[in-house]
C-alpha cells in the first residue's frame, strides 16, 4: 500500500502542473535575413487558446490566438510575425537575436495545458580570412616568435581558425606552436575572430609557405576557405659570395646588354661592390650592373662583400667573354670596272674572335664558297651587285656583310622580237629592239639602206628599247629591216626579215581537184629594186595554168571525134576485148573496134559486130561498125 501512494506521488510531480508535457526542443535553422516558420506539435481543437512564447530572462509572450481573435504582444520580433492557421508561427528576415527557444502552448476549455519547443539556430557565412605576415626578417630561432595573424569576420555562429605550414596542419602547443585566438562581437551579432601564430624558425622556413583555414557551419552543413599562401622572411649569416653573368644569349657578342650579377647566400644580402680584375675603382657599389658590352669588355671581373656578422670580406670571380666580327675587307674597291668578256677575281677577309664562314652571294642565292669570287663576264647580266658575308659559326646572329659592284664597259648586245615577219601590203606592224651595254647605247633603224627614227626608251642604266612603227608596201618585201645599237665601243646589229605572206588558190577544175599555191621568189642581197616584168609574170602565172588544163581538154574532144569518125567510114578497123587478126580470111564480118581511154574522164565505148549473140550488157558497151 505505501509502494503504490510512492509511485502516484513520483507520478504527480513528473507531470507538474495539469496536463503539462516536456519534450527535448525541436531545432530549425535558417539563415540570416531569411524566413523561417516554426511548428506547433500539439494537436488543438477549433476552441483551443494558442500562445507564442520565447525565453528571454523568462518566458515572453508574443501573441495570443483562440475563438476571441489574435492579439500581439509586445516583442522583439512583433512586427515580423504571423500565425498560419495551422498554429505554426512565422517569422521574416531571422535576425542573430532570434536564436533562442521557442514555446508553443495550447490550453482547451478544461484548462488543460499542452506545450511544444521550437529552438531556432541562425547561420551567417564569415568573411574570406585575411593572412598578414611578418614583414621584417625573423632571425632563425628555437623559440617561439611572432610568425603572423589571420582574422575573419562577420560570421555566425563562432568559426574556427587553423594554420598550415608546407600544407601540414600545425597544432596548438605541439613542436613549440602556439596559437592564441581572439573572439570580437560587434553590435549586429555578429562574429569577428583573429587567431595569431606563433613558432620556432628555421633554415627551411627561407623556402616555406604559410596560410590559414576558416571552418563554419551552415544550414546545409560544414563548410571551410583558404587564405593566399605566403611566405616570411628568414635572416641567416653570408657565408660565401656567387658572381654570375646573366644575357639572352648563351654566346655574348658586341652590342648584347649584359647584367653582373653578385650575391651572397644569407639574409639580409651584405655589402656589395663589383670590379674589373686589376682594378681598383668599382663599377657597382651594387649588387648589379647592366651594360651594352664591346670587346674591350673581355676579362675578369669581383665581386667583393663585407659580412655584418663577421666583418669578414668574403670575395668571388668570374669570366666575360664577348664574341666579335669586323666588317670584311675586299682585295678591290667597290665598284669595279670590267671590259666585257673579262674575267675578275676578288678576295675577301674578316678579322673574328672565332673561325668564320665565309661565302659570295648574289639577288639573295650563293654564287661562291670561300672567301674567293671568280667571275667571267661574258655577259652584261653578270654585272650587279655581288655580297661577302662573314659569319661566326659558333655565335648565332653575328653576321657582317660587305657589297662589291661589278660594272661591264664594251660593245652593245642586241636583240630583236620576231626575227621573220610575214606581211602584206598596207599592213601596219611593229618590230622591237633591245640593246644592252656600257656606255648606254643609242638605236638607229635602216630600211632599204635609209635610216628610220623609232621610238627609244631607257629600260635600266645601260639598257635601252626601240620600237619601229610603219605601214608596208610592196617595195618592203622579202627585205631585211636593221636594228644597229651603238655606243663608244662599238656597235652591234641584228636584222628582222621581212617576207611576203603566201597566196593560196583554188582552180575551177574539180577533176583536176588540185590546189596550187605559189611563193614569190627571195630577192638576193646584191638587188636593191623590183623588176616590174618579174612582178606581172608571177601574177599571170595563174591564168596561164587554167588556159593549159582547158586546151587539154578540148583536144581530147576533137580526138574523140575524129576517132569517130573514122570508125562511121570504116576506116579504121577494131575488134573485141582480145583483139583478132582482121587480115585472116572468113573473119572479115565480124571485125570488133575495142576503145580503151586514157583518161578517167572518157568513156570506154566497145561496138559489137551483128552476127555475135552478146549479153545486155555487152550490148550496151560495143557498136557494130561493118557497115
Not at 563548410?223 to 611566405?231: F, I, Q
Not at 575551177?508 to 599555191?517: H, S
Not at 618579174?534 to 586546151?551: D, N, T
Request: net charge negative.
Amino acid at each position: 500500500m505505501d509502494i503504490l501512494i510512492l509511485l502516484s506521488l513520483c507520478l504527480l510531480s513528473c507531470r507538474g502542473t495539469q496536463g503539462q508535457h516536456d519534450h527535448v526542443p525541436k531545432e530549425e535553422h535558417v539563415m540570416l535575413g531569411h524566413k523561417v516558420i516554426l511548428p506547433c506539435d500539439v494537436h488543438s481543437h477549433d476552441d483551443s487558446t494558442v500562445q507564442w512564447l520565447y525565453e528571454k530572462n523568462g518566458n515572453h509572450l508574443i501573441l495570443t490566438t483562440g475563438p476571441k481573435g489574435t492579439s500581439m504582444e509586445d516583442s522583439d520580433v512583433k512586427d515580423r510575425v504571423k500565425v498560419k492557421k495551422n498554429m505554426q508561427l512565422v517569422i521574416e528576415n531571422v535576425q542573430i537575436p532570434d536564436e533562442r527557444l521557442f514555446i508553443c502552448r495550447i490550453q482547451d476549455q478544461n484548462g488543460l495545458t499542452k506545450e511544444s519547443k521550437v529552438q531556432l539556430r541562425v547561420y551567417k557565412t564569415p568573411d574570406d580570412p585575411e593572412i598578414t605576415m611578418e614583414e621584417n626578417g625573423i632571425p632563425i630561432t628555437d623559440e617561439s616568435v611572432q610568425i603572423g595573424s589571420c582574422q575573419s569576420k562577420n560570421g555566425f555562429p563562432t568559426p574556427n581558425i587553423t594554420w598550415y605550414r608546407n600544407d601540414t596542419q600545425m597544432i596548438n602547443e605541439k613542436n613549440g606552436v602556439v596559437v592564441s585566438t581572439q573572439i570580437t562581437v560587434e553590435s549586429s551579432g555578429l562574429i569577428a575572430v583573429k587567431s595569431v601564430l606563433s613558432s620556432p624558425v628555421y633554415m627551411s622556413d627561407v623556402y616555406s609557405t604559410f596560410y590559414c583555414e576558416v571552418s563554419y557551419h551552415l544550414p546545409k552543413g560544414a563548410y571551410m576557405k583558404e587564405s593566399g599562401k605566403r611566405n616570411i622572411t628568414v635572416d641567416y649569416p653570408n657565408t660565401e659570395v656567387q658572381i654570375y653573368v646573366k644575357s639572352q644569349h648563351d654566346m655574348i657578342k658586341e652590342g648584347d646588354e649584359v647584367e653582373l650579377i653578385c650575391k651572397g647566400n644569407g639574409n639580409p644580402q651584405p655589402q656589395i661592390t663589383l670590379h674589373r680584375k686589376d682594378e681598383e675603382e668599382a663599377l657597382a657599389e651594387d649588387f648589379s650592373h647592366s651594360w651594352k658590352v664591346t670587346r674591350r669588355d673581355s676579362g675578369g671581373y669581383i665581386c667583393k662583400a663585407l659580412n655584418l656578422d663577421t666583418f669578414n670580406e668574403l670575395e668571388a670571380e668570374t669570366e666575360l667573354h664577348v664574341h666579335f666580327l669586323d666588317p670584311p675587307v675586299l682585295s678591290q674597291e667597290s665598284p669595279v670596272h670590267v671590259e666585257l668578256r673579262g674575267v675578275l677575281s676578288v678576295l675577301c677577309q674578316a678579322n673574328a674572335s672565332a673561325q668564320t664562314d665565309i661565302h659570295w652571294t648574289r639577288d639573295g642565292t650563293t654564287v661562291a664558297k670561300g672567301s674567293e669570287l671568280n667571275l667571267s663576264l661574258q655577259d652584261y647580266t653578270d654585272a650587279g651587285r655581288y655580297v661577302c658575308v662573314a659569319s661566326v659559326t659558333s655565335v648565332p646572329g653575328l653576321t657582317q656583310t660587305k657589297e662589291l659592284q661589278v660594272i661591264l664597259k664594251g660593245k652593245p648586245q642586241v636583240t630583236v622580237s620576231p626575227q621573220l615577219v610575214e606581211v602584206e601590203d598596207g599592213e601596219k606592224i611593229t618590230l622591237k629592239c633591245m640593246a644592252l651595254g656600257n656606255p648606254t647605247p643609242t638605236i638607229t633603224w635602216y630600211i632599204n639602206g635609209s635610216a628610220v627614227d623609232g621610238q627609244n626608251s631607257p629600260i635600266s642604266d645601260y639598257e635601252v628599247s626601240s620600237e619601229l612603227t610603219f605601214i608596208v608596201t610592196e617595195d618592203f618585201f622579202n627585205e631585211r629591216v636593221m636594228c644597229v645599237a651603238q655606243n663608244e665601243y662599238n656597235s652591234s646589229t641584228e636584222y628582222i626579215q621581212l617576207q611576203e605572206k603566201p597566196v593560196t588558190t583554188v582552180t575551177p577544175d574539180e577533176d583536176i581537184g588540185a590546189q596550187t599555191t605559189e611563193e614569190p621568189l627571195p630577192k638576193t642581197g646584191s638587188d636593191s629594186t623590183k623588176d616590174p616584168s618579174i612582178e606581172s609574170r608571177s601574177q599571170k602565172s595563174y591564168g596561164v595554168v587554167i588556159v593549159a588544163v582547158i586546151v587539154c581538154i578540148l583536144l581530147l574532144a576533137i580526138l574523140g571525134a575524129v576517132l569517130y569518125f573514122l570508125y562511121k567510114k570504116g576506116r579504121i578497123p577494131c575488134g573485141r576485148s582480145g583483139t583478132k587478126d582482121i587480115t585472116k580470111p572468113g573473119e572479115k564480118d565480124h571485125i570488133v573496134v575495142e576503145m580503151k581511154p586514157d583518161s578517167p574522164a572518157e568513156e570506154s565505148v566497145l561496138l559489137p559486130g551483128a552476127q555475135d549473140k552478146k549479153q545486155p550488157v555487152e550490148q550496151e558497151k560495143y557498136m557494130d561498125l561493118r557497115n
